[in-house]
């Protein structure tokens, strides 16, 4: 039912489609699938902030997990994001063969990767959650929690991963329909076992990985159907090791973006741990799930954009690459613009969407409006960065990855609050990355467009 609306030919159009009306009809289906994808954890959030008598410091101690949960993502980024736009630009250039290789080997590191982070985590979990700011009275709602979700991690690998390969060839609403049931599975069966069986947190992870390998076997089966331009096929998972560098190569930065992404969480929540207390650690856990929501609709714009700037630059359409970029550099920015007026300005609306406990919210009121303060500029990096990526610019990608996070965040979270002694320079952190990065980006971009969108720049790409 989700291919009757796309053609067979969806890749074909990416190269001859008007720049806006393509862009609309890719963008959608992957902003939806952003939204509902991140309802995975962010209804889980909400369910279990609510939870009688013990829901805010369940919902510290879900927020734990946070790290493993994004790095396990971070894994599965690494494959899809690095594989996905090469095999577009293949099917630019017309070499179906090797977008099939590309995706065959991209399944393979993806098995690889679930076998590995599941036995890795499952035997440093705990001493890995008190590392990260857990407490006695936290700790056994981490553990239970993360206990169940590692047993589906190969499905988080699997459905995340080659989802992107299926956007890649233009099908947005067949991706979008994989994240769709399973997200919709999540949100039945959360209030379920977290309530009516009384599994509290365990019941949220048990309807999370469920809902994981619903959409692991939609995906799958799409991929090794006729409907798929791309299938996985039994002789290109055999392991081609330049292939799975190429990847790897572009794959480096968004996976960065996102492993990064777990170690600031780990340093925000040692340092309000440190400083604040638990109370402070929970105004985190608040806090990364509004900047997710904030971030939804870019993502998933940026990630139905990202495959029009792949093929057109494989057939070498540079003015339609040229287009498109402009366009979603500027969409970006005034979406962000938008939300950081929103979360500044209405900080306890979001805040009782999590918790009904008025010192978190009061507290979660006080710092919002500082730690978004720097996301309207953000939009600029996040549209450079699909650019960098899509064009196979793997080095500004992942020093634009860098900078933000492991350069600027991470340092000036853990020494704003050794030189000011006050737990509120953590939050503090956030915005003056945010800003400093996304001007950085915007300036290379715009001295490095020229260089990057050349046919010179395209042969070196495999």
């Known amino acids: 039912m989700e291919h009757r609306n796309e053609s067979p030919n969806s890749d074909k159009r ?20 952003q939204l509902i994808n991140v309802l995975y954890n962010i209804v889980d ?85 008190y590392m990260f700011g857990a407490s006695d009275s936290t700790i056994v709602y981490a553990d239970n929690y993360l206990s169940i979700y590692l047993i589906g991690t190969v499905f988080v690998q699997l459905a995340l991963g080659l989802n992107m390969f299926i956007s890649s060839q233009g099908r947005a609403k067949t991706a979008m329909t994989s994240v769709l049931i399973g997200a919709v599975t999540n949100i039945i069966l959360d209030p379920i076992f977290i309530f009516v069986f009384n599994l509290d947190v365990r019941g949220a992870a048990l309807a999370t990985i469920i809902s994981q390998a619903i959409s692991a076997i939609w995906v799958l089966r799409f991929l090794i159907s006729e409907k798929s331009v791309i299938i996985i096929r039994k002789k290109c998972l055999r392991p081609d090791f330049s292939l799975i ?12 973006m996102q492993f990064t992404e777990s170690a600031i969480s780990i340093v925000l929540n040692r340092g309000l741990s440190q400083y604040g207390g638990d109370l402070y650690v929970g105004s985190m856990t608040i806090l990364q799930s509004v900047m997710q929501l904030v971030f939804v609709p870019i993502q998933g714009f940026t990630q139905g954009v990202q495959p029009i700037i792949s093929y057109n630059f494989g057939a ?3 003015d339609r690459v040229r287009k498109t970029y402009r366009i ?65 610019q793997a080095k500004l990608s992942l020093f634009a990855a860098l900078l933000r996070k492991v350069i600027l965040l991470i340092p000036l979270a853990i020494i704003l609050p050794m030189i000011t002694q006050n737990v509120m320079s953590i939050y503090y952190a956030e915005p003056i990355s945010d800003i400093v990065s996304a001007t950085t980006s915007g300036l290379i971009f715009f001295f490095c467009r020229k260089r990057m969108l050349s046919e010179e720049a395209l042969s070196r790409i495999r």
């Open 328 to 392: 979603a550099i500027g969409f970006s920015f005034t979406v962000t613009l938008i939300d950081c007026l929103l979360t500044t300005q209405f900080p306890t609306v979001f805040a009782r969407l999590f918790t009904d406990k008025p010192e978190l919210i009061a507290l979660v009121g006080q710092v919002m409006p500082i730690f978004m303060a720097g996301v309207w500029i953000f939009g600029v990096q996040m549209g450079c960065q699909t650019t960098f990526i899509g064009l196979g």
């Open 45 to 129: 959030r909400i369910y279990i902030g609510h939870i009688s008598e013990i829901g805010s410091v369940a919902l510290t101690g879900v927020g734990l997990t946070f790290p493993i949960i994004m790095l396990i993502s971070a894994f599965s980024a690494f494959v899809g994001a690095g594989g996905a736009p090469l095999a577009s630009i293949q099917l630019g250039k017309g070499d179906k063969a090797q977008a099939e290789k590309i995706l065959g080997n991209g399944v393979t590191v993806l098995l690889f990767f679930s076998v590995v982070l599941t036995a890795f985590f499952f035997i440093f979990k705990r001493p890995l959650l």
């Open 316 to 318: 070498k359409n540079f």
């Open 245 to 256: 560098a190429a990847i790897a190569a572009l794959g480096v930065s968004p996976f960065i």
């Open 14 to 33: 990416m190269g001859t489609e008007p720049i806006p009306k393509l862009m609309f009809r890719l963008a959608v289906p992957a902003v939806v699938a």
